[in-house]
């Protein structure tokens, strides 16, 4: 057997094996719940951390989507794949985080009941392995770049974070969003033009970005 | 290619949805049109600069966490609405506290486990049970309240029908794995979680059972069973800075001295200088005495040598213990 016909029925077996969890929880397994759970929640929470201001704040999206799938679990009838029907749930979630967000934004911060929760830290701070001066610089350009984001509406962010940062197709992100292909496309077009207007600076120079390229394997080990 | 047509293949890499494909064509129009180079460089630097920001992956520990939090709030939840006529609590953490089971041997263990204690499973039923009908099996029934009925001379008995089940087979049953995890990360019943992790032992340096053991390691109130997660880990001590990192953590914070020793002596496993490395830091990070001796002494077995800080330090306040950073 040739390594893609391995990988489709390892692929195959994986749909079948969440099809079965899917009815057995529906059918009230709650152990088959929990197995639906880890196998797609690491996306989830990286989803979450990335839109999230703080660990905490992810923390609870991540909750509050499973929570979410766990009460609606009845209503899922296989008519979209699992993944889909899941993500569309922590798109929505994300949604709501970043539209109450925005409206807090509004408020002075004394009236946000700052609860001193711990932002996540510089994503600079954790790729051991590279060179510090180049940790400085692009430790620098991802907290622009982070406060950019923060400047584009709840839609467009996260049209915008699944397309650059979670690597989906376009027509993913509008089966997910309810929407069509072109107006996720839109939505991407929107987000981009904003972002490279707020970083024009850093744009114009920009080719001597193109080396600092994450380069794959440099990322620390999990733990 | 004309420029309208490397325009459009410009918006697809805008996107990031360019293939290998469009990238070639790009180039070779790009070749002859330094409009169009110049715009497709210009795109080429914004997509470097947007990979300039990216979050560190999702940590084990993070996961595990959220897990647990997850595994709480569903103990809290009511039971979901089922697609079959039958109800099924969630999670009945209740209803584990109540379960109790007898201790096994890990090789009995790895063979069987009785589903009953992975996840409440509980039939959480308020049937109106017609007094004609057939009583339950007195095995299968746990009363709960007994009052007066409404209507003159007639009772009410509120009870829950257990419904156990079973499954046999490897540890490393997909199924079998889960209900291992879930039993290890019960701290109701201890026993019943160190069989688990003796079951799952052999599995440690997968994903999902290192972030169970690692979750016990640091979390679990039992120190029988935080050793029992130390143990099955130990082999993974060589070759992962997160355990090491983990460790470094136990011999800090965990309040059992005789587990902070043990981790010590974990870390003293690794290889060489990453263990000088832990095992400098702690001697003089510590604010237990023994465990700040302990590593000088596991230092020089190495045939390394301790900080000046660390010798002084027996008896004096030990250095602020903040700063540890994973490695
Ligand atoms: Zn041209």
Redesign the interface.
Known sequence: MDSTSAQDTDAARLRADTTALIRAAQAGDPAAFEALVCQFDRGVLQLARRLAATEQDAQEIYQETFLKAYRALHRFRFECAFSTWLYRIAANTNLDYLRRRAVRKELPASACGEDGAAPLPDPADRAPGANPEQLLLSGEIAARLEAALDGLNPRERLVFELKHYEGMKLKAIGDILATSEETAKNSLFRATRKLRAALADLHAAAPALASLRPEPGTMPEEV | MTCQDAQALL?TL????ATAADRTALAAHAAGCSACRQRW??E???L????????????????A???Q???R??AA?P??????G??????SARALRAHRTPRWSPAWAALLLI?GF????WAHHAPSLAAGSPAPAAAQVRVQSVEPASAPGQVRVVYDLVRQQQISGPATN??LR??LL?AASQPANAGMQLESIAALRPAASQN?VRQTL?AALTGDPNPGVRLEALNALRPLVTA????R??LAQVVLRDPNPGLRMQAVAALAQAPRADAGRWLRRLSVQSSDPYVRLNCVAAMQQLDLAPPAAAWGAFTAQPAPASGIQ??
């Open positions: 918006r805008s996107c990031g949805e460089h210009s080429e630097a914004w470097a600069l947007v990979a300039q920001r990216r979050p560190a992956p999702v940590s084990d520990a993070a996961l966490q959220a897990r939090a997850l595994h709030a569903l939840e039971a979901p609405s089922v697609r079959r039958w109800r099924w609590p969630a999670f589903a992975g996840g409440g499973w997909p199924r889960h209900l879930l999902p690692l992962n800075a997160g355990v990192a983990v994973h490695q």
